[in-house]
């Protein structure tokens, strides 16, 4: 199941649930007993950039990599 973040409008925490995609966008019960909205996650990544050269391309085997007589 997904992780989503919400926060409470009354007391202002914040925190994470995890619930099926169809109930994502429903309010969440707050531990003060309000219903928390949720919050847009924010994902971030790092790595290259320019002049930063990229990992090398695995290289491909057929078969089953080496160890019978598929080849």
């Known amino acids: 199941m997904p992780l989503y973040e919400y926060r409470c409008p009354?007391?202002?925490t914040a925190f994470e649930l995890r619930r099926?995609?169809?109930?994502?966008?429903?309010?969440?019960p707050c531990a003060c007993g309000a219903e928390a909205k949720r919050?847009?996650?924010?994902?971030a990544s790092v790595g290259g950039g320019p002049?930063?050269?990229?990992?090398?391309?695995?290289?491909m085997q057929r078969g089953?990599?080496?160890?019978?007589a598929c080849h």
């Open 10 to 12: 009354s007391c202002d």
């Open 64 to 68: 089953c990599g080496g160890g019978c």
């Open 39 to 43: 919050r847009l996650s924010v994902f």
């Open 51 to 59: 002049g930063v050269n990229p990992a090398p391309a695995p290289t």
């Open 20 to 28: 099926p995609m169809s109930e994502a966008s429903a309010p969440a």
